[in-house]
């Protein structure tokens, strides 16, 4: 039986000890083993599913109700056993349900000899809960499915290759913010804020396509790049022409060049696109400081004109942009010929957009017009191409943006990155401008761990959920080696962790080799190509868990279910019907003892057989049970076998 440890509870009680023993097999989430016929794919209003709940063979359900809110009302519809449970370790129940809205909110009423349950996306619940919680499918979705089918790579253009020397920014070629341009030789050290934002090592879009066979190696097919969109910094987030990549990156053509190279590959890629703020030197934002009645005075928020005016949290260089102006809403993505639009057309053809700071778009101070224009934008994109990924950058809670009707995904920091790293290292919150961090020297508990991740992905649907974007860090972040303090074991479980969870996993360009920074200018050197230099093990624990993700369907559209939680460990498993994959991590820093592990909580039957994909042991469940062997500080990924 799985054993969860609430540290905080007198006398070491555990859950499992004030629930009854069947209630940790009670599951359900959206994939298509609990929601039929589609799991939460292509549904449509007037469709008809059928939802399904999961419980042990003895687990004595006395009734089982669904429970819904059609139009407002509250609805219950009496659920049934299965007539087919071929499986003998299991009981399914069943309900049939119509689709009449475009968002369908539901949970389970549950009648036991020891009373009543709630069962919602956070799990059971004595209390009646909101309906915050509540599990939810979208009908009239449009989303992209590729992308389920991704493994992305982020690639900061400027380090990543130099495919192109002439096109080279040159020693002071141009001045900003008082600083002047600077070439930079591949290996030489970068300087410290401010002079490391115009300090360029030549990487470019052809040097991109130079090494998209290294990528292809990898396993890697799509790809994320870093603003490319031409700017006076190397990070290129101040952009001054969204009509034009930046000619030291190739200019267009090399866009161009560089669709076509990855269309013969079947690769996707995805731009970032930078709508909240614009650079100073912008000649939108140039003539309304010339001129205050200028047509693009309008597209900025001046308190007091020339010089004081709203910016991205004060950085004066980034001048925030004004969506109460319908004008700038038709440059950026209203109109026919609009930023977000151009670049999702032919020749160039992008697969989608990654938002800087979604987050905050569109909202100052009493002026919160961000569900407008987040709709507007969603249109706009999904007119143009019905399976563009638009992507959002949030560190915090976005469930508001991804109820179906704004974003497809969010980089997943709140929901996977944070927690996990909070526990293989230790709890700590930061905020912009403010160089000292809040933080605890203890690791976050395991318990705490996993409430986090279920509380993500309760706020949202759950087909959104196997879109979010899942990483390790990002050129805003130090990197994994680093915040592991070098320590490749729990790097190893790290990396395991993205590829196997719920959502689509990103690896950041260098962390595959063993790249390590300690802050998010670090996390910019250039790309090590001197092989000699690569951890070369670590690559190639890349490249099996990369060919894993994308050959096993189960991490792409398989349910998700938390079997154990212990001080240092936890186990999850990911089930379709014909595959299951179960993941054992022990953070360390001493070992796990071998012990049987308690499958029918997963629904998994006697005689399944798994084979670990490491040690290629296998192991069958008798009994129930799954006689794991010991496990150091790492990970096992145990691989169902086909009968």
């Given at each position: 039986m799985a054993v969860i440890n609430w540290p905080f509870l007198e006398n070491h009680q555990t859950l499992s000890s004030m629930k009854p023993a069947y209630l940790s097999s009670i599951h359900h989430d959206g994939s298509a083993r609990y929601v039929r016929p589609h799991g939460a794919d292509a549904l449509h209003i007037g469709d008809e599913v059928t939802l399904?709940?999961?419980?042990?063979?003895?687990?004595?359900?006395?009734?089982?109700?669904?429970?819904?809110?059609?139009?407002?009302?509250?609805?219950?519809?009496?659920?049934?056993?299965?007539?087919?449970?071929?499986?003998?370790?299991?009981?399914?129940?069943?309900?049939?349900?119509?689709?009449?809205?475009?968002?369908?909110?539901?949970?389970?009423?549950?009648?036991?000899?020891?009373?009543?349950?709630?069962?919602?996306?956070?799990?059971?619940?004595?209390?009646?809960?909101?309906?915050?919680?509540?599990?939810?499918?979208?009908?009239?979705?449009?989303?992209?499915?590729?992308?389920?089918?991704?493994?992305?790579?982020?690639?900061?253009?400027?380090?990543?290759?130099?495919?192109?020397?002439?096109?080279?920014?040159?020693?002071?070629?141009?001045?900003?913010?008082?600083?002047?341009?600077?070439?930079?030789?591949?290996?030489?050290?970068?300087?410290?804020?401010?002079?490391?934002?115009?300090?360029?090592?030549?990487?470019?879009?052809?040097?991109?396509?130079?090494?998209?066979?290294?990528?292809?190696?990898?396993?890697?097919?799509?790809?994320?790049?870093?603003?490319?969109?031409t700017a006076h910094s190397n990070h290129r987030y101040d952009v001054v022409d969204y009509e034009?990549?930046?000619?030291?990156?190739?200019?267009?053509?090399?866009?161009?060049?560089?669709?076509?190279?990855?269309?013969?590959?079947?690769?996707?890629?995805?731009?970032?696109?930078?709508?909240?703020?614009?650079?100073?030197?912008?000649?939108?934002?140039?003539?309304?400081?010339?001129?205050?009645?200028?047509?693009?005075?309008?597209?900025?928020?001046?308190?007091?004109?020339?010089?004081?005016?709203?910016?991205?949290?004060?950085?004066?260089?980034?001048?925030?942009?004004?969506?109460?102006?319908?004008?700038?809403?038709?440059?950026?993505?209203?109109?026919?010929?609009?930023?977000?639009?151009?670049?999702?057309?032919?020749?160039?053809?992008?697969?989608?957009?990654?938002?800087?700071?979604?987050?905050?778009?569109a909202r100052h101070g009493k002026d919160h017009i961000e569900a407008e224009v987040w709709t507007g934008i969603r249109q706009a994109v999904k007119s143009e191409n019905s399976q563009a990924y638009l992507l959002g950058e949030n560190f915090f809670d976005s469930s508001s943006q991804l109820q179906g009707d704004r974003l497809d995904a969010t980089m997943n920091y709140a929901g996977f990155t944070n927690p996990l790293l909070y526990w293989l290292d230790h709890f700590q919150v930061s905020q912009?401008?403010?160089?000292?961090?809040?933080?605890?020297?203890?690791?976050?508990?395991?318990?705490?761990?996993?409430?986090?991740?279920?509380?993500?992905?309760?706020?949202?649907?759950?087909?959104i959920a196997c879109q979010q974007f899942n990483l390790l860090g990002s050129h805003d972040t130090p990197r994994i080696a680093h915040v592991v303090s070098g320590d490749s074991v729990r790097n190893r479980l790290a990396v395991a962790f993205l590829f196997t969870y719920v959502g689509v996993p990103c690896v950041y360009y260098g962390d595959e080799i063993g790249m390590s920074a300690e802050d998010s200018l670090g996390a910019r050197d250039p790309m090590i190509w001197?092989?000699?230099?690569?951890?070369?093990?670590?690559?190639?624990?890349?490249?099996?868990?990369?060919?894993?993700?994308?050959?096993?369907?189960?991490?792409?559209?398989?349910?998700?279910?938390?079997?154990?939680s212990e001080e240092n460990a936890l186990a999850f498993l990911r089930d379709t019907d014909e595959e299951q994959i179960l993941v054992i991590g022990n953070r360390g820093p001493g070992g796990r003892a071998a012990s049987p592990l308690f499958m029918r909580d997963g629904g998994i039957p006697d005689g399944t057989a798994f084979r670990e994909i490491f040690t290629g042991q296998i192991l069958t469940v008798q009994n129930g049970y799954l006689s794991l062997p010991a496990i150091g500080a790492g990970v096992q990924i145990w691989q169902s076998i086909p009968q």
């Open positions: 399904r709940l999961r419980v042990a063979a003895d687990a004595p359900i006395e009734r089982l109700l669904l429970r819904t809110c059609p139009d407002g009302e509250q609805s219950f519809v009496e659920m049934f056993p299965a007539t087919s449970q071929p499986n003998p370790a299991c009981r399914w129940w069943e309900a049939s349900l119509r689709l009449s809205m475009p968002v369908t909110s539901y949970r389970f009423l549950l009648f036991t000899g020891d009373g009543a349950w709630c069962y919602n996306g956070l799990g059971l619940q004595r209390h009646i809960p909101t309906d915050a919680n509540d599990f939810r499918l979208l009908a009239d979705y449009d989303a992209p499915a590729w992308v389920r089918k991704s493994v992305f790579y982020q690639i900061f253009p400027d380090r990543f290759a130099d495919g192109d020397h002439e096109s080279n920014v040159r020693d002071g070629e141009f001045e900003y913010r008082g600083l002047k341009s600077k070439a930079k030789h591949w290996d030489e050290t970068q300087s410290q804020w401010p002079e490391a934002m115009v300090e360029f090592y030549g990487g470019d879009l052809p040097g991109v396509e130079q090494h998209l066979d290294y990528l292809i190696d990898l396993g890697i097919n799509a790809i994320y790049f870093n603003p490319v969109f034009n990549v930046d000619s030291h990156l190739g200019g267009n053509i090399a866009l161009e060049s560089l669709r076509r190279a990855l269309t013969e590959r079947e690769m996707r890629f995805i731009l970032d696109i930078v709508p909240n703020h614009c650079g100073v030197m912008h000649p939108w934002f140039q003539a309304a400081r010339a001129d205050s009645s200028a047509p693009s005075a309008e597209y900025f928020i001046f308190h007091h004109h020339p010089d004081e005016y709203e910016s991205w949290l004060g950085v004066k260089s980034l001048p925030k942009l004004n969506y109460r102006s319908q004008s700038l809403r038709d440059m950026i993505y209203a109109g026919p010929h609009s930023v977000f639009r151009r670049w999702l057309k032919k020749p160039y053809a992008i697969d989608g957009w990654r938002v800087d700071v979604a987050n905050m778009l912009h401008g403010e160089p000292r961090r809040v933080e605890s020297e203890f690791p976050w508990p395991t318990e705490a761990l996993i409430a986090t991740w279920q509380a993500s992905r309760a706020a949202i649907p759950w087909m001197d092989s000699s230099r690569w951890d070369v093990e670590l690559r190639s624990f890349y490249q099996k868990l990369i060919r894993l993700r994308r050959t096993s369907s189960v991490l792409a559209d398989g349910g998700f279910q938390i079997l154990l």
